[in-house]
């Protein structure tokens, strides 16, 4: 899986930068997806949304700026701080000063990984944007197994809080979800992941 990352990583910013440079970044995006908080939020979780970004083979705006975005959007994940995406959106624009990206396309990036923050959409003109949030939330339409080995990873992280503060946060979380009208936003996500994602979603409310 890291082997498959890396070469993913320099494909993408070669054309942005050198070889130097790129091992750099590389080594420093490593570095923070590794840290022993991150149960989740880690490399199997950009290993996930770029596969299934290849899978899928959306039609995207951008593609690159889309995949800088993945990359960068959980790069700062504290459980005990609610400004996570702010600082991975500054920490993204810093990056991407460095490989000459233009300052519209940062723009871009940083508004792409706000926009999990909340899982509202920002760029509304953009599907790019509707892409990540499907791609940041597949894991909710999984089997059951894998569903509960994600609950499990994501109580990890949050460790800190008793139970009675996890389970409550956690129920507003998942209610949040499913009082919207969908939880996805693409078609395809829709038709093919909405349902399983709900009834996920219900069997843990269930169990909370």
Request: charge should be positive; glycine fraction near 0%; proline fraction near 1%.
């Amino acid at each position: 899986m890291i082997d498959w990352l890396k070469t993913e990583w320099h494909n993408l910013a070669i054309h942005y930068c050198d070889q130097n440079l790129s091992n750099i970044l590389w080594k420093e995006i490593e570095t923070h997806y590794t840290l022993k908080n991150k149960h989740y939020h880690n490399l199997s979780h950009l290993f996930e949304m770029l596969k299934n970004l290849k899978l899928s083979k959306p039609k995207t705006k951008d593609l690159d700026s889309l995949k800088f975005a993945i990359w960068y959007h959980d790069i700062i994940y504290k459980p005990t701080r609610n400004d996570n995406e702010e600082k991975s959106a500054l920490f993204a624009k810093k990056r991407l000063k460095k490989i000459n990206i233009e300052q519209k396309r940062i723009k871009t990036v940083q508004k792409l990984i706000l926009s999990t923050k909340k899982h509202n959409i920002i760029l509304t003109q953009n599907q790019d944007n509707a892409i990540i949030l499907d791609l940041d939330l597949q894991i909710l339409s999984s089997d059951w197994d894998t569903y509960s080995k994600y609950v499990s990873n994501i109580r990890k992280e949050y460790k800190i809080y008793p139970d009675f503060m996890y389970n409550s946060g956690r129920k507003k979380a998942l209610t949040h979800f499913l009082k919207k009208d969908t939880i996805y936003f693409t078609k395809n996500y829709i038709d093919q992941h909405e349902n399983q994602a709900r009834q996920n979603l219900k069997q843990e409310l269930d169990l909370l």
